[in-house]
């Protein structure tokens, strides 16, 4: 759409609201557009993008932005718009000062700007990603970090086969194809309305990032058994997962948010699934799961984490985050599992999750409960995707990342209670 003059001021108010961390970005933004009911979608469009590509980039923006004209946060609100909607669109708006600094900023080649700033990302990060990473590897992720992520869907095989999905989207006009891995994923170009589909209002498709689904792939579901979602959130992964079962066995959908819950009932009517059961718990330690103990036979702890490897959807993480963070979810994320596994029948599979890029959410806690609970094993991730036809190149753990695999950055790890 055509930038208007009176977007840059928009802009400039919201980031200055979202650059305080006193929340997550997209709830600060929504409540934002709704105290400005007149700024029409197009312009939402314009505004939200700008803000989130300051914060994919503050580190970098906030160097450009020393010595500009005017206050720092319309420089850096200038930066986000040229960014997304392009110098050209920005300069009718501009003083001369301010024309002059955008002209000079752009000619700058951001391969002369010292690494850490052009990497985006806080020290304790840079540390933590540094051992794992040679540099030329972790700029590649970092990079990959600072795109904003496709649109990834699910075809659910209830209703509607993956190429089913591929035409009617066509029909639509929106241009997609299948994922590389997932065997049911569709990435679509774009951001379309597709709430507004019949394929998405008559349950074809559910949004879903490809290493979400993979995810689900490695729980490995199979007809007729018992299956515990065990933090299912809105349920992505339970309706993956109650499409692999064909709608047989029983699921338990469980989460401590009633809110996050009733996110899930829509969902599940569109799905048609019949197996599903949602259940409201009051912790990891409620007595509705005890009552399940020793009969299950797979369950999915998608653990509460940073949430660093979202960092392509929600890039004020990396500045929200701490180490302190971190630390104080570790012992939260064991007594989960801890709790989690007592579900587990000999013989039947746990599979422990996070959406974190951090050994310290991932390796680490497999390995503490590993040694705390001698009568589980791992199984080696890539053992497990061979069996389910997924050809993607995993060592013990499912590790994937956005610069490697285009998917958030994923970690999961499947243990089996030995019989």
Known sequence: ???????????????????????????????????????????RGVIAEAVFAVLRRRMEFAHLAEGGAGSPARRMALLGLMQTAGRTALKPFLSETESHWLEHVAKIDPESLPLRIRLNLPDWIYQALSKRFEPAELAQ??????????????ANPIKASRDDVLNALSKAGIEGGATPFAPFGVRVVGKPPLTKLDA????????QDEGSQLLCSLVAPKRGEMIVDFCAGAGGKTLALGAAMRSTGRLYAFDISERRLAKLKPRLARSGLSNVNPVLIDSE???????????????????PCSGLGTLRRNPDLKWRQSPESVAELAPKQLSILTSASRLVKKGGRLVYATCSILEAENEAIVQQFLAD???FALVPARD???????ELEMGDYLSLWPHRHATDGFFAAVLERQS
């Open 1 to 43: 759409m055509r930038l208007h003059g009176f977007l840059i001021g928009q802009t400039e108010t919201l980031l200055a609201e979202v650059l305080k961390l006193n929340g997550p970005a997209d709830a600060t933004t929504s409540r934002f557009f709704r105290a400005h009911p007149k700024l029409g979608h197009g312009e």
């Open 141 to 154: 992720l970092a990079a990959a970090l600072n795109y904003p992520a496709p649109l990834d869907l699910r």
């Open 200 to 207: 998405f209002q008559h349950g074809w498709v559910e949004v």
């Open 285 to 303: 330690h409620d007595s509705k799961i005890k009552r399940l103990a020793g009969k299950i036979d797979r369950v999915l702890v998608d653990a």
């Open 373 to 375: 609970h001698p009568d």
């Open 384 to 390: 497990v995707l061979a069996e389910q036809r997924i």
